[in-house]
T-cell receptor, first 126, second 108 residues
Framework: QLQLQESGPGLVKPSETLSLTCTVSGGSVSSTSHYWGWIRQPPGKGLEWIGSIFHSGSAYYTASLKRRLSISVDTPENQFSLRLSSVTAADTAVYYCARASSGFHWASPDAFFDTWGHGTLVSVTS | ETVLTQSPGILSLSPGERATLSCRASQSFSNSYLAWYQQKPGQAPTLLIYATSTRATGIPDRFSGSGSETDFTLSISRLEPEDFAVYYC?????????FGQGTKLELK
């Protein structure tokens, strides 16, 4: 049974870098059928797609964060990670990692999210 | 960016009733790349529907999706107590992938 688990600091200071890791169990980030994504949700608000990555390292980012964002994959550790630099209070949110599926047998960045981690709250505060 | 507008913002119904939730896109879809999620308080979203009308694994058949172009609908035929939650639509036809702002289905 596929499970995803986010980990990382719950508090980050303004202007610093937010770093999160998603550990995948019961499946492989090296899957040729899936991308892996990050989605965030500010407290009391809706969902925002941040970015998605394939095991090859090919990644797609939302334009509004692209300048500050990096997503990477570590296939030996079966993990993928998020780094968001120069954070502000506006980056305070629950961050979810998720598996992205195209609905077909091949991987595509055009995907919905069929399995999610529980989420981790990251607060940006001094 | 494709903006998804969900309506109503809040829907108040009773168990056993039928719920109809709407998701309208600012740009037309040439395919059916729309998904629906359910989110309960303090939990991650759960996938209900993808490709407009395909139920995800384990989702009861009282949930159904329909629509095309710019107008999409999630229907719940007979509400169960566990269905009261927030529902989001998501388009994955073009970057950036976007979500609607959500419809809260509350107990009347």
């Amino acid at each position: 049974q596929l499970q995803l688990q986010e980990s990382g600091p719950g508090l980050v200071k303004p202007s610093e870098t937010l770093s999160l890791t998603c550990t995948v169990s019961g499946g492989s980030v090296s899957s040729t059928s899936h991308y892996w994504g990050w989605i965030r949700q500010p407290p009391g608000k809706g969902l925002e797609w941040i970015g998605s990555i394939f095991h090859s390292g090919s990644a797609y980012y939302t334009a509004s964060l692209k300048r500050r964002l990096s997503i990477s994959v570590d296939t030996p550790e079966n993990q993928f990670s998020l780094r968001l630099s120069s954070v502000t209070a506006a980056d305070t949110a629950v961050y979810y990692c998720a598996r992205a599926s195209s609905g077909f047998h091949w991987a595509s960045p055009d995907a919905f999210f069929d399995t999610w981690g529980h989420g981790t709250l990251v607060s940006v505060t001094s | 960016e494709t903006v998804l507008t969900q309506s109503p913002g809040i829907l108040s119904l009773s168990p056993g009733e039928r719920a109809t939730l709407s998701c309208r896109a600012s740009q037309s879809f040439s395919n059916s790349y729309l998904a629906w999620y359910q989110q309960k308080p303090g939990q991650a979203p759960t996938l209900l529907i993808y490709a407009t009308s395909t139920r995800a694994t384990g989702i009861p058949d009282r949930f159904s999706g329909s629509g095309s172009e710019t107008d999409f609908t999630l229907s719940i035929s007979r509400l169960e107590p566990e269905d009261f939650a927030v529902y989001y639509c998501q388009q994955y036809v073009r970057l950036p992938y976007t979500f609607g702002q959500g419809t809260k289905l509350e107990l009347k």
